[in-house]
Nanobody, 120 residues
Framework: QVQLVESGGGLVQPGGSLRLSCAASGSMFGINTRDWFRQAPGKQRDLVAT???????NYADSVKGRATISRDNAKDTVYLQMNNLRPEDTAVYYC??????????????WGQGTQVTVSS
């Protein structure tokens, strides 16, 4: 089992920045990607950014150029730096970890989410 705990959300003005953190604990065996998703009220949960165990990154078009995902392997922590925030970035941000179990089954773990509100 993997436990994920997000932090760093809050209220920020348009154009501002924040950094979200996601600390993992438990067995990370088989986990090969760490992701950030977000879900706005009344909308589906969408992928924001991914980082693989090899360090490759991928971003949603909506955040390209404004977001940076990074990881500290020693701390099992992943970060999402968001700059030039817009009101449409307002959502609950969820940390996720995905991979395969020892039996080969796909698995994904979720954090509890952290609210980000962009408003003046």
């Amino acid at each position: 089992q993997v436990q994920l705990v997000e932090s760093g959300g809050g209220l920020v003005q348009p154009g501002g920045s924040l950094r979200l953190s996601c600390a993992a604990s438990g067995s990370m065996f088989g986990i090969n990607t760490r992701d950030w998703f977000r879900q706005a009220p009344g909308k589906q949960r969408d992928l924001v950014a991914t980082i693989t165990s090899g360090g490759s990154t991928n971003y949603a078009d909506s955040v390209k150029g404004r977001a940076t995902i990074s990881r500290d392997n020693a701390k099992d922590t992943v970060y999402l730096q968001m700059n030039n925030l817009r009101p449409e970035d307002t959502a609950v941000y969820y940390c996720s970890a995905a991979g395969r179990t020892r039996s080969g089954a796909r698995t994904r773990y979720w954090g509890q989410g952290t609210q980000v509100t962009v408003s003046s």
